[in-house]
């Protein structure tokens, strides 16, 4: 009688453990995936920065050209 009591016990506990483990995972997934996300972002932002600041010199460049005589 009581080692079926205690299997019972031991079979819950591991459900339990399976199914926290199980949750885990995905929090974990999701996280990484909020990472990558933000991660592109940041990235797609840096790119846009940059050629931004690259067709501000070219311009300054030729600003500077078209005024100058020399």
């Given at each position: 009688?009581?080692k079926?009591?205690?299997k019972?016990?031991?079979?819950?506990?591991?459900?339990?453990f399976?199914?926290?483990?199980?949750?885990?995972?995905?929090?974990?997934?999701?996280?990484?995936?909020?990472?990558?996300?933000?991660?592109?972002?940041?990235?797609?932002?840096?790119?846009l920065?940059?050629?931004?600041?690259?067709a501000?010199?070219?311009a300054?460049?030729?600003?500077k050209?078209?005024?100058?005589?020399?």
């Amino acid at each position: 009688m009581w080692k079926s009591a205690r299997k019972l016990a031991k079979s819950r506990a591991e459900e339990q453990f399976s199914a926290t483990q199980k949750k885990d995972k995905q929090v974990l997934n999701e996280r990484e995936k909020e990472r990558q996300e933000k991660a592109a972002h940041v990235a797609k932002l840096r790119a846009l920065r940059l050629a931004k600041e690259a067709a501000d010199k070219a311009a300054a460049e030729e600003a500077k050209a078209n005024s100058d005589p020399s």
